[in-house]
């Protein structure tokens, strides 16, 4: 590595949080960041599903951090996996077996699915946290939806039954938008598509859909995917996943090559390599001033942290608390090398939003939680990842192209991510070599 001076931070994850501390010290000439991403891009994961359904391309959510931090010299960007790290010495080890150390360590490493040890979970279902998520769904509908329009007989093996496990904004966003692939947008391209056989269901063990929203809510997304045809099933949970079917806890087996797995996520791999003891959910717990406890210069951040939330316990896992815990680890570590102190994290609650088809969505908007359902949530929750998008340092042309092709052309896709020849996942093996 170059000969550096001033303050070394070294941040690990370069997603909404790692960004939003980055760029919170990139411009302060006693500071030195190096960022450490597995990827060498952000993912903007709120986008994830629309690339799964064919609605964007992957490279429309993901942003080169060699574009975010243009310019920015006093930043170095190391692409590699972080595999330990020790916070006494503020230093993680690489998949390389190179060591980085600074002067302070951010973890902002973000999560990963939670199987809750299912089985079959892990080698069968597929999860949506990550861009190699979104194309692996939208690879696999394509494969169905190509085997079951030339052998309308797979139906009957679940070629076009899609099972959804987790009823909170992940796993409404991509009912809903599934839905619309398969009822409207396909049989375009596919007009013998026996479209009639699809199912699409929703597996939740609670009792409502989209648990932190109003009861007002609940019913809405309730309503929205009954009128899009996806049977939802509350109260019940998937207890077991296989190649080609899954099985429900009330004992019902339902063929499938698609599970979509949105039940749940729980820290990166990293919280539980670093020494450190974890609270709920595998994360690290962390002061009001988001540093772990013991180790002062050492803060978590994002998605990997439990961000203290008064009475309430912990903040949600949301871009804009990642982003915002980020910005404020920067202000803290600055505050520390301007002799002013530390201030405890506080986070402006934008609300929380969920899309759930062309037309129809919930925003409750702001700490009092307005509530709005349809065009107007619709137009929050743009406005809310805009600015999202915006502080992330992100180009908003493909997210304003998106928008506008979603809300006037919303039967329009690429034929470039229809086209089930890009598809690179192995073919899928039917009973009988069908
Ligand atoms: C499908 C989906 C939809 C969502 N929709 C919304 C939404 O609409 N609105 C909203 O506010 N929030 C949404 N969220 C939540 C939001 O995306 C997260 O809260 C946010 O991404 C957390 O930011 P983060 O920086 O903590 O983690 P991430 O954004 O996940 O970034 C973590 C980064 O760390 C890197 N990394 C991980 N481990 C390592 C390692 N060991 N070494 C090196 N690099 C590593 C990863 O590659 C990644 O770049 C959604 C999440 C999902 C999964």
Redesign the pocket.
């Known amino acids: 590595m170059q000969e550096r001076s001033g303050t070394e931070v070294v941040i ?9 501390c980055g760029k919170g010290l990139a411009d302060d000439d006693r500071v030195r960041v190096t960022l ?4 060498g ?9 629309q690339v799964a359904t064919a609605e964007l391309a992957g490279r429309d959510m993901t942003f080169d951090h060699t574009d975010v931090f243009n310019g920015q010299d006093r930043v170095t960007l190391v692409r ?4 330990a790290a020790d916070l006494d010495q503020r230093s ?1 080890t ?1 998949a390389d077996g190179t060591t980085l150390s600074g002067d302070y360590l951010v973890l ?5 699915p939670n199987f809750f040890h299912t089985p079959g979970a892990r080698e069968y279902a597929f999860p ?3 861009l190699t998520d ?1 194309r692996r769904v939208r690879e696999r509908v394509l494969q169905l939806v190509a085997d079951a329009s030339a052998k309308p007989e797979l139906i009957d093996e679940g070629a076009l039954t899609f099972v959804i496990v987790g009823g909170g ?2 796993g409404v ?2 009912a809903g938008a599934l839905s619309e692939l398969i009822h409207d947008v396909l049989p375009h391209r596919y007009p013998q598509l026996a479209v009639a056989g699809a199912r699409i269901i929703l597996v939740d063990v609670g009792r409502a859909l989209l648990a932190p929203f109003s009861d007002e809510s609940h019913e809405y997304a309730a309503k929205q995917l009954h009128r899009r045809g996806v049977d939802v099933r509350l109260g019940n949970a998937v207890t077991e996943v296989a190649r080609d079917h899954v099985t429900l806890r009330d004992g019902t087996t339902i063929p499938t090559h698609l599970v979509i797995w ?1 039940g749940g ?1 729980m820290a ?3 919280a539980g390599n670093a020494g450190v003891g974890q609270g709920r959910g595998g994360r690290i717990d962390v002061r009001p001033d988001l540093s772990v406890p013991g180790h002062p210069r050492v803060f978590a ?5 439990n961000i203290p939330f008064g009475d309430q316990g912990a903040l ?8 915002q ?2 910005a404020w680890a920067a202000r803290n570590i600055l505050g520390d090398l301007d002799g002013n102190g530390r201030e405890s994290f506080h986070y402006r609650d ?1 609300g929380i ?3 759930i088809g062309r037309k129809a969505a919930v925003a409750e908007i702001g700490p009092h939680r307005h509530e709005l359902h349809g065009r107007l949530a619709f137009a929050a ?1 743009l406005g ?2 805009a600015e ?1 998008l915006a502080n992330a340092g992100a180009e908003l042309k493909a997210f304003v192209a998106w928008a506008e092709e979603f809300y006037f052309r919303p039967h329009h896709r690429s034929a470039e991510l229809l086209d089930p020849a890009q598809v690179e996942l192995p073919r899928i093996h039917w009973q009988d070599g069908k």
């Open positions: 690990v994850g370069g997603g909404f949080a790692g960004v939003g450490v991403d597995q990827n891009y952000h993912q903007f994961q709120p986008l994830l599903y590699a996996e972080a595999v993680v690489l902002a490493a973000g999560a990963q949506l946290y990550s979104a904004a992940t966003e991509i949105g996520e990166a791999e990293i951040i994002g998605d990997v942290a949600p896992q949301l871009g804009s608390v990642a982003q815990s980020g934008k939003m969920a899309m929750w809310v990842h999202l």
